[in-house]
């Protein structure tokens, strides 16, 4: 497993070792030790599992208090992952970056605490898995809108063909809830 830096400081991107076969495939997903070595210490609480169909963008979600750090792998299918900075007094403060997470590569995103995430499916169907810090509270779980002119993510599909919840469509403008974030770099 290979725990490579992203442009955004403390995010990182899993890459696993695959072992292809005639019969299939072997990758280990998820290795406490090696995380740790790459300075992740979390504790993951939670696994959670969505579904979606093409076009969908899931996002952009955060926790506020303690956060909750996130683990994201795309099992099925393809998803364009987003993660934007949050942190105050970050160098990246407000930046985005995205990542192709498949069920082909494998990879897995490490978003930590003070990062919004989300994510639009590129695939038929994709099956999203991910562990979290901190168990989901509807009282503490808060977004900033998927199309923030200010934080201006470049989904890769277009609309119409973007399919968002009305939550989603309606999230408040970073620059709206910045003031009330506690996310420190």
Not at 16 to 38: I, K, M, S
Not at 61 to 86: E, N, T, Y
Not at 100 to 129: K, Q, R
Request: glycine share 10%; proline share 4%; net charge negative.
């Amino acid at each position: 497993m290979d725990v490579r830096d992203t442009t955004l400081p403390d995010a990182k991107l899993i890459v696993p070792r695959v072992f292809p076969d005639d019969r299939g495939f072997f990758a280990e997903t998820f290795r406490e030790n090696v995380l740790a070595d790459a300075g992740i210490h979390d504790t993951w609480v939670q696994d959670n599992h969505s579904r979606s169909s093409y076009g969908v963008v899931r996002g952009l979600h955060f926790q506020i208090g303690r956060g909750a750090a996130k683990l994201v792998r795309c099992g099925r299918g393809h998803i364009w992952d987003v993660i934007v900075d949050l942190r105050k007094g970050s160098p990246t403060y407000a930046k985005w970056e995205g990542f192709d997470l498949t069920d082909e590569n494998m990879h897995a995103l490490y978003v930590p605490v003070g990062f919004a995430h989300g994510f639009c499916v590129m695939s038929d169907v994709a099956d999203v898995l991910y562990k979290q810090t901190n168990y989901y509270s509807g009282e503490v779980e808060r977004g900033i809108a998927y199309d923030d002119a200010e934080v201006a993510v470049r989904w890769p599909i277009e609309q119409p063909n973007i399919v968002v919840s009305q939550r989603d469509a309606g999230g408040p403008a970073l620059t709206d809830v910045a003031g009330g974030l506690d996310f420190v770099y």
